[in-house]
């Protein structure tokens, strides 16, 4: 048996056409009987580097008995030239988080995955300590168990006063060394008050989205500060509501 959580996240593939353009992280979020795929904006669109992927490509497990067993699963960007992601922005300007709707229909008629929810989300911010240990699910540099298609886990700590936006943006700060194509992977910590409620017993705290380091940082005589830029998961509560997102777009 797999564990539930290795389920809810899978590789990402960036393709211009047919080129690979990167590697970033993804999970799966349902709400209302639609799943959505969630990463950062910048693995879908970043202007900054001119990094603009038409499409991702996604693995699904396909049979609960065998792991290994997988398929690939593309996902348009755009449709008539219209983004298909839903996105926000807040007081400090854009959200570095995207949801995108998955059409169940074109699915294979066997799926394997878990999938967080609002259950998953806390209501009261309150019951997070800094220094509080967390886990980061996901891809670090594309590497992962090749047999079996599973993430891998990576052990954090809360950096940063948690409830309070860091410098005013909506993340909180992670301290744990972290690599590329970690981009959009949620960050969780183990909770008893889910114990009846299915088996996904992780409550959903935020996606990691990059490193944080010091722009006047010796790199001669100064290490990384191994700090992380993680966006408030309750930026889902919005993305994965149909009428807020169709208000968003407008």
């Known amino acids: 048996m797999v564990e539930s959580l290795l389920?809810?996240?899978?590789?990402?593939?960036?393709?211009?056409?047919?080129?690979?353009?990167?590697?970033?992280?993804?999970?799966?979020?349902?709400r209302d009987n639609q799943l959505f795929?969630?990463?950062n904006r910048h693995v879908v669109l970043n202007e900054a580097t001119n990094h603009r992927p038409d499409r991702l490509e996604i693995e699904l497990h396909v049979d609960p008995e065998n792991v290994a067993l997988v398929t690939p699963f593309s996902i348009p960007l755009y449709q008539q030239?219209?983004?298909?992601?839903?996105?926000?922005?807040?007081?400090?300007?854009?959200?570095?988080?995207?949801?995108?709707?998955?059409?169940?229909?074109?699915?294979?008629?066997?799926v394997c995955l878990q999938a967080?929810?609002?259950v998953h989300l806390l209501e009261n911010l309150d019951e997070v300590e800094i220094g509080t240990p967390v886990i980061i699910v996901g891809f670090p540099l594309g590497f992962h168990d090749t047999m079996h298609h599973l993430p891998?886990?990576?052990?954090?700590?809360?950096?940063?006063?948690?409830?309070?936006?860091?410098?005013g943006n909506g993340y909180f700060l992670t301290a744990a060394r972290m690599h590329r194509g970690t981009s959009g992977a949620p960050v969780v910590?183990?909770?008893?008050?889910?114990?009846?409620?299915?088996?996904?017993?992780?409550?959903?705290?935020?996606?990691h989205a990059a490193r944080l380091?010091?722009?006047?940082?010796?790199e001669n005589q100064d290490e990384r500060l191994d700090l992380n830029c993680t966006w408030y998961a309750d930026i889902l509560r919005t993305l994965t509501d149909t009428a807020a997102a169709a208000s968003l777009s407008k």
């Not at 891998?152 to 410098?167: D, E, H, L, N, T």
């Not at 008893?192 to 992780?202: A, E, I, P």
């Not at 380091?213 to 010796?218: A, I, K, L, Q, V």
């Open 7 to 30: 389920l809810t996240t899978t590789r990402v593939s960036t393709l211009l056409s047919d080129k690979l353009l990167s590697n970033a992280t993804g999970f799966f979020f349902e």
């Open 213 to 218: 380091d010091m722009n006047n940082r010796d």
């Open 189 to 207: 910590v183990r909770t008893t008050t889910l114990s009846g409620r299915g088996k996904l017993v992780w409550a959903l705290l935020g996606i």
């Open 37 to 39: 795929l969630v990463t």
């Open 81 to 110: 030239n219209a983004p298909l992601w839903r996105q926000a922005t807040d007081a400090a300007g854009i959200v570095d988080v995207v949801a995108l709707e998955l059409q169940r229909t074109a699915f294979p008629k066997k």
């Open 152 to 167: 891998v886990a990576r052990q954090a700590v809360i950096a940063s006063a948690f409830g309070i936006r860091f410098q």
């Open 116 to 118: 967080f929810g609002l």
